[in-house]
C-alpha cells in the first residue's frame, strides 16, 4: 500500500527513494541527538568544575570512557563591533552567498486525495 503512494508523490526510483528517506531519518536524528548532547554537555561541565580535573573515566558494567575537557583559546574578528564602528567598510567588502539546506519533513502516514 505505501509503493502505490509513493508512485504518486513523486517520480523517483526505489534507491532514490530509500537515500531521500534515510537522509531525512538521519537527519532529523542527529537534531534531536544534538538537542540531547548540549544538555548532558552542561551537566558534565557542572562536573569537570566540582572534580577541578581535565580527564575523567566514566563506567558501567563492562566499559570504560574517558573524557578530556580541552580548553581553547583564540583570536576572532569582531564583525559586530567592526561593524558599527566603520559601516562603510564593512558595507564595502560584503559579499552575497548562495547556500542550500535540505530540511526534511518525516510524517507517520502519506495521504493520497
Request: hydrophobic content about 35%; proline content about 2%.
Amino acid at each position: 500500500m505505501a509503493k502505490a503512494k509513493t508512485k504518486t508523490l513523486n517520480k523517483l526510483s526505489v534507491k532514490e527513494n530509500k537515500l531521500g528517506f534515510n537522509y531525512a531519518k538521519l537527519k532529523l536524528s542527529i537534531k534531536e541527538y544534538k538537542k540531547s548532547l548540549d544538555l548532558l554537555q552542561d551537566e558534565l561541565k557542572l562536573i569537570f568544575d566540582k572534580a577541578n580535573q581535565n580527564a575523567l573515566f566514566f563506567y558501567n558494567d563492562d566499559e570504560i570512557a574517558c573524557i578530556q575537557r580541552i580548553i581553547r583559546t583564540g583570536k576572532y574578528f569582531d564583525t559586530v563591533r567592526f561593524k558599527q564602528e566603520c559601516p562603510n567598510v564593512y558595507s564595502k567588502y560584503l559579499v552575497e552567498r548562495t547556500s542550500t539546506e535540505y530540511k526534511p519533513v518525516v510524517q507517520d502516514e502519506v495521504k493520497n486525495d
